[in-house]
């Protein structure tokens, strides 16, 4: 399982560096299934792993100036709101044992791996879902209040389950703020680096429980992933395999659902 479980974390680099997100959707579920971390403990790792991955690729981006700086900080400061927010005040208030029904209990686990399930199954959509035709960025309007409320939402999901919330930003950028697509990509990386990085540094109880060799080598695969992802870019057109990432995608929030609730 844990061969399965480091390449696993390869592609979720892959991911990242061919269609700019839906990679770290599938972190949590491979280090609670292939890796049997804790549900709760597995949203701190995919903060570490997913932010540190995606600090690397957008580096390229922003060498070749494909990151909007006023949207990172426009959508970047609500969204270390929310991710302050989810860590501090709603993933504390959930209780171990959410509810029992005889013999059938929710845990808090449970119920983490339950909502990321669903993320799962929107993500998957979203990514199988043929992409509208890119919208010129002239007369490019901030609907601000849009883009602050997106963004404190999408901080409040990456800080609740672990998520870089790639899936929700790019669509975000492109719908609202017309940005290009490979200027969405890099702009979403890095405020998904900065989320994760904010929401790992301040998850500081959890550090005495950390593994950090294991931690270490998950993110060097996942970096080196999106290295091979961002070469492989340069060849293959990530729009066309973003349907099928998507279906993939779509059966693993099945099996979590399956896995969770009947097995």
Known sequence: MEIAGFLASILIGISLGLIGGGGSILTVPVLVYLFQVDAVLATTYSLFVVGATSLVGSTSYFKNNLIDLKTVI?????????????????????????????DFHVSKSMFLMLVFAILMLIASFKMIKKD???????????????????GLM???????????????IIPALVGLLKTPMKKAIGTSLLIIAVNSAFGFLTSYEHFGEINWMFLMTISGLAILGILIGARLSKNIDGKKLKPT???????????????????
């Open 154 to 168: 999408v901080g409040v999901i990456t800080g609740f389950v672990g998520a870089g919330g790639g899936f929700l």
């Open 132 to 150: 509208k035709c890119e919208i010129s960025p002239t007369n490019q309007k901030y609907n601000y209040p849009l883009v602050i409320f997106q």
């Open 245 to 263: 990432f998507g279906w993939f995608v779509l059966v693993m929030g099945i099996f979590v659902i399956v896995k969770e609730m009947f097995l």
């Open 74 to 102: 426009t959508f970047g400061l609500p969204s270390i709101v929310g991710v302050y927010l989810s860590r501090h005040f709603i993933l504390p208030q959930i209780p171990n044992t959410l509810f029992e029904i005889e």
